[in-house]
């Protein structure tokens, strides 16, 4: 688990990496269920 900011809404907090663009995200803008921050689940 990591701390720091969210690449998108850069609000501080627990942060989740991105499996394809490898950026970290809260999670509000992380989707457990695929991995993958929400930049790259919109582009699927
Ligand atoms: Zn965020
Ligand atoms: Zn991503």
Do not use: P, W
């Not at 690449?7 to 995200?25: D, E, F, Q």
């Amino acid at each position: 688990m990591l701390t720091g900011l969210c690449y998108i809404c850069g609000k501080a907090g627990i942060l989740h990496t991105c499996r394809i663009c490898g950026k970290n995200v809260c999670g509000e803008h992380f989707d457990f269920s695929t991995g993958l921050c929400m930049n790259c689940k919109a582009r699927l």
